[in-house]
């Protein structure tokens, strides 16, 4: 089950995802380092999560930016 769906984290504002990005990046590392140093991650599973989130975070907020929206999509789709 992802930590965000795709829907939640359009409906965030720009401030708002930057900030959940660091915050998600920052528990990634935390994981890895505790793996790293030989230690035990309660959930692995957990790792996985986390970058897809980041990556759906990253994606979206790349979609803003090239002004890409659903409208246009299904637009295309059908053409």
């Given at each position: 089950m992802p930590i965000l769906r795709v829907k939640e984290i359009?409906?965030?504002?720009?401030?708002?995802q930057a900030k959940r990005l660091n915050e998600l990046r920052t528990e990634l590392l935390r994981l890895k380092t505790m793996i790293k140093a030989g230690g035990?991650?309660?959930?692995?599973?957990?790792?996985?999560?986390?970058?897809?989130?980041?990556?759906?975070i990253m994606t979206i907020e790349h979609e803003r930016k090239l002004g890409f929206t659903r409208e246009k999509a299904k637009g295309k789709k059908n053409k």
């Open positions: 359009r409906d965030m504002p720009s401030e708002e035990t991650v309660e959930n692995p599973a957990r790792i996985r999560e986390l970058r897809k989130t980041i990556a759906r």
